[in-house]
């Protein structure tokens, strides 16, 4: 019941592959841009933030306020003014960007471009073909820039659903700027060689639902579900995962304004608020991991976002990092335990006399390496591999977008 929880620690001591984000984020929703009335509460903010931005009024602290409370910063015109000065971008040193063929020989060309190219649903609907293609165009300099500019950096794919999100809201220029920002400080753990510190991170999930609420906790570690389902989340500030635009942009608006593991906190209390409907399906990791992947497209958002800057102030970010080393080791322990227990049950030894050294060599290498095991692994290692070729071949060379 605990392989995938289990696979998840091993994870933290082995170097993970950057391949493996991938290969576990699906395919999105085409993306919604349908726009909603505006409220009462939403046009006196909207009215307040254009006073202040026409008297110069706002400082860095009430941006901040403004980018966090209820409503965040209300339409993509405050946006385009505003979404800069929360990432610290002095607009007076923007450069415009190179042209597209100056990028070409960068060794992540050709994979920015197919994914850029499968990026259709990212983009407005009904946009005029030759404006769209501009666009496509526009995102893949965009990104190329940023990682040209810092070699230390490593593309992932779900980068462009950040990257386009910006570019549609500030243009083409301004969002390079943001997005070195960003890159440099909110996703540099994401860029890095392995997803190993990304994994860590996501870890952080289990200490606060612990805290918060242990029997979600308990149901959640024993379906064995780990935490891949939020690896999309937290690559792309869940721009991949929602199908409402207006949903992306608030939330960007407050992880713009917050510190940059907000986003684990944001994940941490739309567990929680889903917990009847998670304690309700069956405790193993297919039915938990498909529920948790798809996000409702009702979540409440303003509700979540409070609560999730209580976890954030509640829980300080050492302890947490404390309790992940604790868990993991907790895992590691439990594991080992788990197995010496079996072996000693099937061949009637004391637990005291079993060594972890006489349990690999006496008991877990003879039981592995029988003919049978032997036919049985190399078969089922057959079938993963046809099946991997098969995601591969039908799900990984279309992409996301």
Known sequence: MRKETNDTVDSLNNSTPRKTENEIIDQPEELCFA????SDGERRK????????????????????????????????????????????????VKKAPNISELQSHPEYQQVVLDVNRSLKRFPPGIPY?????????????ILRVINKYPNLRYYQGYHDVAVTFLLVV?????????????????????????????????????LLKMEHPTLYKFMVESSVGTLFALPWYLTWFGHSLNSYLDVVRLYD?????????????????????ADEILAEQCD?????????????????????????????????DLIEQLVEDFVKEEQERRLLEQKEMMARRNQIPM???TTATYIKKYWLPRVMTPKRVIVTTAFSIIIGFCAYYYRSHYLSPGFS
């Open 35 to 38: 726009q909603k009335p505006e």
């Open 46 to 93: 909207r009215i307040h933030i254009n006073e202040l931005i026409n008297n110069n009024e706002i400082n860095y602290e009430v941006l901040l306020e403004l980018a966090r409370s209820e409503y965040g910063l209300v339409n993509d015109k405050i946006r385009a003014i505003l979404w800069p000065r929360l990432a610290k971008v002095n607009e007076e040193d």
């Open 130 to 142: 030759q404006q769209r293609i501009a666009l496509q165009d526009q995102l893949t300099v965009l």
């Open 171 to 207: 243009g083409e220029d301004l969002a390079f700027a943001v997005m070195e920002k960003l890159s440099t400080y909110h996703f540099e753990e994401c860029m890095q060689e392995t997803m190993d510190a990304t994994q860590k991170r996501l870890m952080f999930i289990w200490p």
């Open 254 to 274: 407050y992880f713009l304004a917050s510190p940059i593991y907000t986003p684990i906190y944001v994940t941490v209390a739309i567990v929680l608020y889903r």
């Open 285 to 317: 990791m297919p039915s938990i991991h498909c529920l948790l992947s798809k996000l409702p497209d009702d979540l409440p958002f303003e509700e979540l976002l409070v609560k999730a800057t209580n976890l954030y102030q509640k829980y300080d970010i």
């Open 352 to 354: 005291s006399r079993i």
